[in-house]
């Protein structure tokens, strides 16, 4: 069994937090912090202060020290970080990260979309049975946790395997949590364990490791240091 460690991430948090962890950013980072709206530029200082520190912490360097190749699809991995591999997901003022050793991990989170558009996106892109599901849930609230999950788990699948969202639309991510998604068609080669994460307030969360071996996952909040 792997270890994945889960970390949410709250990511409005105070100026004096957020300018600290600017500090901690790259010249690429900061780059893009320039000219954003005052909330997504600091959400997004936030994310990436919070991402080296752990990542940083679970290596050994110093946050600011962290450096990232880009693998296929641009899917961002520690440059000396050996066999870790980790994967991040933010989305309003929740983010997630996931670390594992020696296993190639995603990971997905999401405000509860709104469910007419569930129902939509849901018949166009996913599975029959998946958008069956969608469709048959009990009311409007029902429907959209139904597909924000299974939306959940298809954008961590898709990172884990570092592809493209669009050559999952034909894989199966349906079934009671944990999953093993035994057929990933033309996202990659073998299988991928997916596991929903409880999360607080309107989101939904999902982890993928690549391979058959089942995973835990160690759930916790960041707190800045």
């Known amino acids: 069994m792997t270890e994945v460690a889960f970390r949410l991430i709250h990511t409005d948090q105070p100026p004096d937090v957020v300018a600290a962890l600017w500090q901690l950013l790259d010249a ?4 893009r ?8 530029r600091d959400r997004f200082t936030v994310v990436r202060g919070a991402v080296r520190q752990l990542v940083g912490a679970r290596l050994g360097v110093p946050p600011a020290e962290v450096g990232w190749r880009r693998g296929r699809c641009g899917k961002p991995e520690p440059a000396d970080g050996g066999s870790l591999r980790v994967n991040w997901s933010a989305s309003g003022p929740l983010a997630a990260l996931v670390l594992a ?5 995603g990971v997905d989170v999401e405000r509860l979309h709104d469910a007419r558009t569930a129902e939509r996106m849901a018949a166009r892109w996913f599975p029959f049975e998946e958008a069956r599901q969608v469709a048959e849930a009990p009311g409007p609230s029902g429907r959209s946790a139904r597909f924000t999950t299974l939306w959940c788990r298809r954008e961590a699948c898709v990172k884990a395997y570092g592809g493209r969202l669009t050559q999952s639309f034909g894989v ?3 079934g ?3 999953v093993l998604v035994s057929d990933p068609g033309r996202l990659g080669a073998g299988p991928a ?5 409880p999360v607080p307030g309107p989101f939904r969360a999902a982890v993928a ?10 759930s916790a909040v960041w707190t800045a240091n």
């Open 28 to 31: 690429e980072e900061r780059a």
């Open 33 to 40: 912090t320039a000219g954003a709206d005052p909330v997504l």
């Open 101 to 105: 050793e020696g296993r190639a991990v």
């Open 172 to 174: 199966s991510v349906a």
């Open 176 to 178: 009671p949590s944990p």
């Open 193 to 197: 364990r997916l596991c929903d994460v």
């Open 209 to 218: 490791a690549l391979g058959e071996p089942p995973i835990h996952v160690n």
